[in-house]
């Protein structure tokens, strides 16, 4: 069973600054990372790209966060982490967090897989 475990939302004043982590896991299987990536959705918004970044470290970001936001990746553990710094308002969302995995189960089998999501909320 593939999982992304989020960490690190919660409230923080404008200007402020928060760490999201995302950990991947796949209990009995053997997988490979492509690239991860931070999605996010505000109330009554689409969800949009924040940030991506592949294995080999090559990132993209959202022009909206470009100067403020810093992704990065430990290929070693799995993890990607979302670097925010000043925050404003408007980025306040519901934050995600996502994976393009490959899993050897009888084959390898490249799928997206999405964790559960955690708040961001920007607000003095």
């Known amino acids: 069973q593939v999982q992304l475990v989020e960490s690190g939302g919660g409230l923080v004043q404008p200007g402020g600054s928060l760490r999201l982590s995302c950990a991947a896991s796949a209990s009995g299987f053997t997988f490979r990372i492509n690239h991860m990536g931070w999605y996010r959705q505000a109330p009554g918004k689409q969800r949009e790209l924040v940030a991506t970044i592949t294995r080999a470290g090559t990132t993209n970001y959202a022009d909206s966060v470009k100067g403020r936001f810093t992704i990065s990746i430990d290929n070693a553990k799995n993890t990607v982490y979302l670097q925010m710094e000043s925050l404003k308002p408007e980025d306040t969302a519901v934050y995600s967090c996502?994976?393009?995995?490959?899993?050897?189960?009888?084959?390898?089998?490249?799928?997206?897989?999405w964790g559960q999501g955690t708040q961001v909320t920007v607000s003095s």
């Open positions: 996502n994976a393009r995995m490959v899993v050897l189960t009888i084959t390898w089998v490249e799928n997206d897989y």
